[in-house]
């Protein structure tokens, strides 16, 4: 039985031998972070004091630890942002600031943030945000006018929609674009889903086709002049030149359609001939609010005209009409030969 405690007491001591150069390392104060003068750059010119510690091995692990940062951060490496054949790549630096805090922090608590920080969480106002990008991103046609427009003027930086660490970015993606969009446009998200709507989630359509998110001189930044310039781009056949034309079509497409989606066929507003009946009176009817009686077409009964389509039974060139007769606009040819 002696000799039993005689062995339990050396293995205890062995084991508080073994255990006291770990306790030391534990109570004596990290090297400060980045500080290691023989590190290597791992993905871009002069990242080694980023790269120091945030390297291959930094993914969250759901503890508040020191490193707790967003999921493969070296993917940078993988996007436009970390091609190291290009003059103009950035570094860790020139978008996070040189962060000296942050990097010479020493000890086990959480280090200070950085000097620009892109999380959703950050307390970086989204002008200094949307500044470090634009010290590239703002000579070109595409964002000379965000200043002023309406995601700047409302604080929406450019890491609300971008993902620059990302392999992928979804913004920049036809079919995630709309995703990222919906976010915030939540009621456009919900017109989307309505059976008569422009093929976004088929994703042969994607905002971008007809919005310049970082600003636009047109209004709801349409990426032509005007919303009609913009829905031309690719419903030509629209456009005319047209001997008569019908001027909503030329002055906004949305006094009848619904661009995101509607309940109705063809984006329309309401149903014909309800749709018309905001600016027109039927043959016959009673004048509606503040618009007088159109009188009886000669020679044509009342009855049932609006049957069916409606106004659309007879004036199928809605958007312009090229016939002769400027009397009866928006008919088609064929209609005076009965």
Known sequence: MRFVREILTVCAVIGTLAAMPAMAAADAPKKALGADPN????????DAKCTGCHDEADEPTGASTMLELNPSVLA???????????????????????????????GSGKPPVVDRSFRK????????????????????????????????SRDVACNACH???????????????????????????SQINKQSHHPI???????????????????????????????????MEKRGPFVHNHQPVNDDCGNCHMPHGTSADN?????????CYQCHSGHGTP????????????????????QGRGCLNCHTEIHGSNNPNGG??????AFFLQ
């Open 76 to 106: 940078i490496g993988k996007t436009k942002h970390g091609t190291t054949a290009d003059k103009r790549t950035p570094t860790c630096v020139d978008c996070h600031g040189e962060s000296e805090k942050h990097r010479l922090h020493t």
């Open 39 to 46: 590190a290597k750059d791992l993905i871009l010119k002069g």
């Open 287 to 306: 004048g509606l609010a503040g618009i007088a009686p159109v009188q009886a077409v000669a020679g044509k009964a009342n009855t049932f005209i609006e």
């Open 201 to 235: 989630l088929e994703g042969k359509v994607s905002c971008s086709d007809c919005h310049n998110s970082h600003g636009s001189a047109g209004p709801k930044l349409m990426k032509r002049d005007s919303v009609v310039e913009t829905c031309y781009t690719c419903h």
């Open 121 to 152: 969480t950050s307390t970086t106002p989204a002008d200094a945000r949307s500044g470090t990008c634009l010290t590239c991103h703002d000579k070109d046609s595409k964002r000379h006018l965000w200043a002023g427009s309406a995601h700047e």
């Open 267 to 275: 984006l329309l507003k309401a149903r014909a001939p309800m749709v």
């Open 328 to 333: 009866r606009n928006l008919l088609p040819p």
């Open 163 to 189: 993902q620059v660490h990302a392999k992928k970015d979804k913004v920049r993606d036809k079919r995630t674009q709309s995703e990222v969009c919906f976010t915030c446009h939540k009621e456009q998200r």
